[in-house]
């Protein structure tokens, strides 16, 4: 099976603009979770989304939000762009509640 | 909610053996999940353990002690390539992982 694909990579962006990201989990998988990995904060949950609906969201303001198709493919989307937004934002699939499967991530820089 | 405790970074020989210790405080607990993530790499999973006891995985062991919200990670004949960054995790109800903060294993010649 193919493994979790996130695009793009890597991504520049300027304060104020607003981002969007994109997860294709492994075939079969429902549930999509996304995270975002900083130096001083470490690896913290963004949100997770089963069958197209969001079933937990972690601690962050609503300028983050996401959403999830009918294929399982998910996005994310930053609104309002700020410096602290910099980071490597990972996303991961599972069918089962013991492992998580993660994406390369993707990188964004904000300027 | 949930916290997890380990150490910021361990320093080990070539084929030496290191434990990687992880402690939680959490408000429901179903299990301690241990990820490794190289340099510029995503997390990869590298054990959960429900159940009290050592579970051993090739060179790699896992450890829970759920009455003392204890776990560990234990790494055998260490190899070059095992550095790494390691991290417990806990899941919640609905596949959200909180995860410790990381510890930065470096393995030296």
């Known amino acids: 099976k193919a493994g979790v694909t996130q695009t793009p990579r890597y991504l520049i962006k300027t304060r104020g603009q607003q981002v969007t990201l994109s997860c294709s989990p492994i075939?079969?998988?429902?549930?999509v979770s996304w995270y975002q990995q900083t130096p001083g904060q470490g690896l913290q949950f963004l949100f997770e989304?089963?069958?197209?609906?969001?079933?937990n969201k972690g601690n962050f303001p609503g300028r983050f939000s996401g959403r999830q198709f009918s294929n399982s493919r998910s996005e994310m989307n930053v609104s309002t762009l700020e410096l602290g937004d910099s980071a490597l934002y990972l996303c991961?699939?599972?069918?089962?509640?013991?492992?998580?499967?993660f994406g390369p991530g993707t990188r964004l820089t904000v300027l | 909610g949930q916290s997890l405790e380990q150490p910021s970074e361990v320093t080990a020989v070539e084929g030496a053996i290191v434990q990687i210790n992880c402690t939680y405080q959490?408000?429901?607990?179903?299990?301690l999940s241990w990820y490794q993530q190289h340099d510029g790499g995503a997390p990869t999973f590298l054990s959960y353990?429900?159940?009290?006891g050592l579970e051993e995985t090739g060179r790699f062991s896992s450890f829970l002690s759920r009455s003392d919200s204890y776990g560990y990670l234990l790494l055998q004949e260490l190899q070059m390539k095992d550095s790494a960054s390691y991290f417990c995790?806990?899941?919640?109800?609905?596949?959200?992982?909180?995860f410790g903060g990381g510890t930065r294993l470096m393995v030296k010649p």
């Open positions: 991961a699939s599972s069918d089962d509640f013991e492992e998580q499967f």
């Open positions: 075939s079969g998988h429902r549930s």
């Open positions: 989304y089963f069958s197209e609906t969001q079933r």
């Open positions: 959490t408000s429901g607990f179903y299990g």
């Open positions: 353990n429900a159940l009290d």
């Open positions: 995790a806990v899941p919640d109800a609905g596949n959200m992982l909180t």
